[in-house]
């Protein structure tokens, strides 16, 4: 079905006319994926959420210039993946500015996460250090390679969605995400062994 | 093949697209590579580490933040297609110095969470409605922890009616360039703080300006508001700020005037200010 005629073309026509539910109802359906999305870029769960609430106003100031080729999800990630890039560029140009900028501590990075409950204690406490140390590498990729990482396993996002996300031929999404998979595991690679099946 | 070459294709092998040509030749190569075997089997692991990280849940109140946004936008959109309200209007000091100056009453309504809060005399710290001398001019520099409105009144005539957001700084200028003294009144409450500003003129060309700008800031006492904020412009362009949350108005006036050297009395409703 194409989106003109689908669920989500229909909220954005009545969001293009004005109506605030119509909006309230896009937010309400993609907020939780965009969120995640945002706190797997920013392992904060404060930015997330800021980042988020940018994407939507961007996506709403921009709802009629939507062209309604690709689904509003892709769309949504594109203009995420844009302020997630602004806003790094401006934490960027504030670090330079100061040396006393503040640094994150990880127990300042904690959001809550739905974890399997099924383990033995001692299970869940590896199950956590093991995503506690993936998210760190994550963060700690250059930008577009973490975003690529994020569309692709957190999101699970198709090739050719990131393709239309990110405006890339398919087979630079597919090169540039194999570098990225590469990165990531040579960042774990001192704690491999936790990550062993 | 090369190892790099190898890595290039470790994840069209995983996801089993890699041609049938190629992937016989990687396979060769990592039978007989044990770093790239190595590397191949970190990979694969890592993948399926990446499929199960969990799901990060959004905050309860996202729905809420984003809408307060979005509220936020339209009224922005709205408010910049209306002609602005020139701040300058509130420079009422440039009135000669003998004549009772308006009352300028400033209100900060915060639109979530708490309001800003401090303890009764102390200076205020950083994060709250600050007055700031640049140029000569007092400068109402506002950079609220939750999106706030900032209102700005001259007597009951609304001047400015802005919102400023978390995390965000603001400015207003509260006068024009000159050597002039300023009293500022703010109220900053739980939900409805107010601020009152009342600008005087040079104190040196007499008391009358001075006890003019109290007498209108009892005037708005009168009619509701509480002064709990009062930050005081010296001549010297020093400023002087405390807050005075839960003092009532005669305290307000005695802790003011004690920065001011005036002295003030107040019995049976008559307020005196030498």
């Known amino acids: 079905m194409s989106l003109a005629f689908s669920e989500d073309g229909r909220l954005i026509e009545r969001c293009v006319q004005g109506d605030r539910d119509a909006l309230d109802d896009l937010v309400r359906k ?42 509003f999800s892709t769309w949504l990630f594109r203009i995420l993946t844009n302020c997630f890039l602004d806003m790094r560029k401006k934490e960027k140009l504030r670090q330079h500015e100061s040396i006393d900028s503040m640094v994150k501590t990880e127990e300042g990075e904690v959001a809550r996460q739905l974890e399997d409950t099924s383990d033995t204690p001692a299970e869940a406490s590896e199950k956590a250090e093991r995503h506690r140390l993936l998210q760190q590498a994550i963060t700690d990729l250059p930008e577009y390679q973490r975003v690529m990482i994020v569309m692709y396993h957190v999101e699970n996002l198709s090739y050719e969605e990131m393709a239309s996300a990110l405006e890339l031929p398919i ?16 960042l774990l690679e001192p704690v491999e062994e936790l990550f062993r099946v | 093949m090369h190892c790099h070459k190898v890595h290039d294709l470790f994840s069209e092998l995983h996801e089993a697209t890699i041609a049938p040509s190629l992937r016989q030749a990687v396979e ?28 990060v849940e959004a905050p309860g109140d996202l729905s809420e933040r984003i809408s307060r946004r979005l509220d936020l936008e339209t009224w922005e ?9 020139g ?94 003294a300023a009293v500022v009144w703010v109220r900053v409450g739980e939900r409805e703080p ?81």
Not at chain 2, 29 to 55: R, T
């Open chain 1, 30 to 71: 993609y907020q939780q994926r965009a969120y995640q999305f945002a706190f797997r870029l920013t392992s904060d769960p404060d930015q997330a959420a800021d980042l988020t609430a940018e994407a939507f106003i961007r996506a709403y100031k921009n709802l009629d210039r939507f062209r309604r080729e690709s689904q």
């Open chain 2, 87 to 180: 701040w300058l209007r509130v420079a009422l000091a440039s009135v000669a110095a003998t004549v009772v100056i308006g009352t300028v009453y400033v209100s900060f309504t915060s639109l979530a969470g708490d309001g800003i809060t401090a303890g009764p005399g102390i200076p205020l710290s950083s994060g709250e409605p600050q007055i700031l001398m640049r140029d000569g001019n007092p400068v109402l520099e506002v950079s609220p922890s939750s999106q706030t409105r900032v209102q700005i009144f001259e007597n009951d005539k609304p001047l400015v009616d802005d919102r400023v957001s978390a995390g965000r700084k603001a400015e207003y200028l509260l006068n024009r360039k000159g050597d002039r």
């Open chain 2, 28 to 55: 060769a190569h990592l039978k007989d590579c044990l770093d790239c075997q190595a590397d191949y089997e970190g990979f694969v692991s890592l993948y399926g580490a990446l499929a199960a990280l969990p799901i």
């Open chain 1, 171 to 186: 087979g630079t999404v597919k090169s540039r995400l194999n570098r990225a998979r590469l990165a990531l595991r040579e």
């Open chain 2, 194 to 274: 107010i601020v009152v500003i009342v600008p005087s003129g040079k104190s040196s060309s007499g008391a009358g300006a001075f006890e003019g700008t109290l007498v209108r800031g009892l005037e708005a006492l009168s009619e509701g508001f509480g002064f709990v904020f009062v930050a005081y412009v010296r001549e010297s362009g020093e400023v002087i700020q405390r807050d005075f949350t839960g003092l009532d108005v005669n305290d307000s006036l005695r802790l003011l005037l004690n920065d001011t050297g005036y002295r003030f009395t107040s019995k049976n409703g008559v307020v005196e200010i030498r």
């Open chain 2, 77 to 85: 959109a709205k408010q910049s297609s209306r002609p602005q309200i």
